[in-house]
């Protein structure tokens, strides 16, 4: 006698697209499905350079588990990866580094600033410290705090997935995307 499936009500599973369904078969259109792809298996790239990369360690641990969001593979390559995680203080003379990395990712390419030195440079009102990344690159996130959470982090890691959810497949080809690259001087 098979004993019962027991689904725990708390798990929530992933939506499938809207479309038409029938018998054996579905419809939708290619956007939606390819969104729903991209969304669950973000490769985040983390350039940490300080204490908010501790936190992102313990994000990718099992207690708070990165994977369950599909991106545990992590990746040092940033041809192979598509979400560049800024964590801790970049000092002036790596920004040139940070946006060669931020060059070097294929489209398309999401970027976090994590905690408030990426975001804003933090406590650190210095000559020498870059007050936000997002002075050499564009920024679609920030988590704030000092540092932030697993947790934050990990929202901020849902507030991407909802970007790369509703983002529609032209956008990059677009003349404000153009425009906002070109204002950072990036072709
Ligand atoms: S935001 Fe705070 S915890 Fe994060 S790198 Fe800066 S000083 Fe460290």
Known sequence: MPR???????????????????EGFMATNLEKVISLARKNSIWPLPFATSCCGIEFMATMASHYDIARFGSERVGFSPRQCD????????????????KQV??????????????????????????????????VIPVDVYVPGCAPRPEA?????????????????????SEQYKELMNSYGIN
């Open 83 to 98: 979400l560049l995680m800024v964590m801790g203080t970049i000092a002036k003379k790596m920004g040139p580094v940070l």
């Open 102 to 135: 931020y060059t070097q990712m294929a489209e398309p390419r999401w970027v976090i600033a994590v905690g408030a030195c990426a975001s804003s440079g933090g406590i650190f009102d210095s000559y020498s410290v870059l007050q936000g990344i997002d002075q």
């Open 4 to 22: 019962p499936v027991q689904y725990n009500s708390k798990v929530k599973f992933e939506g499938i697209p809207e479309g038409y369904m029938g």
């Open 153 to 173: 982090i990990l929202d901020g890691l849902m507030r991407i997935q909802d970007l790369v959810n509703k983002e529609g497949l032209r956008r990059r080809h």
